[in-house]
C-alpha cells in the first residue's frame, strides 16, 4: 500500500488451497524481500506495516517484528482476524491515517533515527493505549520499535 508515493503497508498473501504455504511460509517471505542480498531493503525503510495471510489466518507486525510478534487484527464489533477485517479496519483510510498520526513515532538518538509502533491488535483498545503512551503510562500491549534503515 502506497501513501504518496511512500510504500507505507506491505501484505503478503499465500494460496489457501496450499498446505505448505502458511503464516510462517509468508513471514520468511518478507524477510527474503526485506534481505540486502536476495531483496529491495530500501523499500521497506517508509514501510509502517507487515501483513501476512494464508487465507484463514491474517497476522500484522512492523520490519522488526520476529515470527511470535505478527499478532491478530481483530475487528473492533468482533469476529475472527481476516484479511477482510484488516482491510476493512486497520486499511480503512480513516483508521490507517489515524494509525500514523497516531501511534507511529520517530525519534533521533547517537544510533541513527528510531520508528515505533504502538500495536493495536483490536482498534478499541488502541486508543487507550495510546493515550498511556502519550501521557507517560504503560500501555497494554508490546510496542514494537523499529529501526528506519536496519
Given at each position: 500500500?502506497?501513501?504518496?508515493?511512500?510504500?507505507?503497508?506491505?501484505?503478503?498473501?499465500?494460496?489457501?488451497?496450499?498446505?505448505?504455504?502458511?503464516?510462517?511460509?509468508?513471514i520468511?517471505?518478507?524477510?527474503?524481500y526485506?534481505?540486502?542480498d536476495?531483496?529491495?531493503?530500501?523499500?521497506?525503510?517508509?514501510?509502517?506495516?507487515?501483513?501476512v495471510?494464508?487465507g484463514?489466518?491474517?497476522?500484522?507486525?512492523?520490519?522488526?517484528?520476529?515470527?511470535?510478534?505478527?499478532?491478530?487484527?481483530?475487528?473492533s464489533?468482533?469476529?475472527?482476524?481476516?484479511p477482510a477485517?484488516?482491510?476493512?479496519g486497520l486499511?480503512a483510510?480513516?483508521?490507517?491515517?489515524?494509525?500514523?498520526?497516531?501511534?507511529?513515532?520517530?525519534e533521533?538518538d547517537?544510533?541513527?533515527?528510531?520508528?515505533?509502533?504502538?500495536?493495536?491488535?483490536?482498534?478499541?483498545?488502541?486508543?487507550?493505549?495510546?493515550?498511556?503512551?502519550?501521557e507517560g503510562?504503560?500501555a497494554?500491549?508490546?510496542?514494537?520499535?523499529?529501526?528506519?534503515?536496519?
Amino acid at each position: 500500500m502506497f501513501l504518496n508515493g511512500l510504500p507505507i503497508a506491505v501484505i503478503e498473501l499465500k494460496d489457501p488451497t496450499d498446505i505448505e504455504a502458511d503464516l510462517g511460509v509468508a513471514i520468511d517471505q518478507m524477510d527474503r524481500y526485506m534481505s540486502a542480498d536476495r531483496g529491495a531493503p530500501d523499500f521497506f525503510v517508509p514501510n509502517l506495516v507487515l501483513a501476512v495471510s494464508d487465507g484463514l489466518l491474517t497476522r500484522v507486525g512492523s520490519i522488526t517484528s520476529g515470527r511470535s510478534r505478527f499478532m491478530p487484527w481483530r475487528p473492533s464489533e468482533g469476529g475472527k482476524p481476516s484479511p477482510a477485517a484488516l482491510i476493512r479496519g486497520l486499511f480503512a483510510p480513516a483508521l490507517l491515517l489515524e494509525f500514523l498520526r497516531t501511534c507511529v513515532t520517530f525519534e533521533e538518538d547517537a544510533r541513527g533515527a528510531e520508528r515505533t509502533c504502538a500495536w493495536q491488535h483490536r482498534d478499541e483498545y488502541g486508543r487507550t493505549d495510546i493515550r498511556g503512551v502519550v501521557e507517560g503510562g504503560a500501555a497494554r500491549h508490546r510496542i514494537e520499535p523499529a529501526r528506519v534503515g536496519a
